[in-house]
């Protein structure tokens, strides 16, 4: 997550706010692109949170699932206006208020913790929106047993609950230091989030004393750092989740080319619920490709540094040239949590539909008022011994 902006972060040296290029290019990239993003994404969420409510051709586990990852989703873009626009503006321009400025340091130590437990909720409720579709396309005689919504929104409660508790060691990782003494605004030497490296960042002047960062004892022990920042990081965040992607997306895939050669054989699959679920299921492929794709970078530099920090004779660490990578991932986790409302409106015409409605755009129709707790199906019928077709009637089933 953009943990890793504090992951680079903390190995900054004096002379890094002094160099022009990464100054305007860190300017330019985390408050103007990563705050418009943040806003048109919260935006976007929103009104997936909303057309999702109103579509009720989805399934209802499905529609719900959707429905929390776009609150994630928002939760964490919450979070990068902090963590990047904001952050990024108080420690490399001069814009903003003497107020704002005094008081960064306080929200600081909490605004990183909070967005890594959106960003950890995030990917498992990818997961958990896999494995409901699994079940439901793979498994369906199991989806009345497991694919309930009192099971899912039970699992979605859980991920919350353990992305908080997996998340609670990072709020006592650093503390505001208030130096009453000082009489300087020149900067020290305090730190950031996630890294081994100090940092250097500049002073708040809070009530006649200068307001720093800095590390708890918790965050400088070695044992510490090496169990929870690298290997609970990487078995929580990347081995398992990405594990459990891999197969269930690997079968789904299979279950999709299964079903073109059944579309092949019967003309009638075309006229079933096939294609409907077909649909779903291609767009939840493409957003597990597209989270894996702006997930990517961020793991690959992670684990570099981890290699580099134990074996840094081995594995070289260019450490400038990945200051601008560490941007550039940053900047496609903001993406990942933003873009599933563009994926919504190109694959979905359901919800382009809905969407048109909500704005106004299309005048609804019967289907679109159909009652969410039947369904009507039109039947044609015809008898073998004539060979006519009776005329259509409707029949509505309770669900």
Known sequence: MTMNSSLLSTMVRQDVYS????RQYKIVVEVYVVGTLCVVGIAGNALSIAVLGRDQTNRRTTGFMLQMLAVADAVYLVGCLFIQTLNCAVKWTDWLPEAVRRGWPYVEVYAWPMASMA?????????????DRYIAICRPLHAAQYSTVSRVRSAVATVWIVAALYNLPRFFERVV?????????SPTVTSSADLEVPTTSPEMIVDGGRATVQ???????????????TCLFFVVRFLIPFTALAFFNQRLIAAMRASD?????????????????????????VV???????ELPDLILRAWLALHQHAPDQVAFPFYRLLYVNIASNLLLTVNSCIN????????????????????CQRQTPESNARPLTVARLRHTRTLETGRYHRPRWRTRTV
């Open 19 to 22: 160099d022009a290029t990464l």
């Open 119 to 131: 960003q950890t909720t995030t990917v498992w409720l990818v997961v958990v929106l896999t494995a």
């Open 177 to 185: 230091v208030v130096d009453v003494s000082a009489n300087s605004t």
């Open 215 to 229: 590390r708890t004892a918790m965050r400088e022990d070695a044992l510490y750092v090496f169990v929870y920042k």
């Open 261 to 285: 050669r059944i579309q092949q054989r019967s003309a009638r699959y075309a006229l079933s619920g096939g294609r409907k679920e077909r649909q779903h299921t291609q767009t939840l492929i």
């Open 288 to 294: 597990v490709v597209v989270f894996v794709v702006c």
């Open 341 to 360: 409302f563009v994926i919504y409106c190109f694959m979905g015409r359901r919800f382009r539909l809905v969407l048109l409605q909500m704005i106004g």
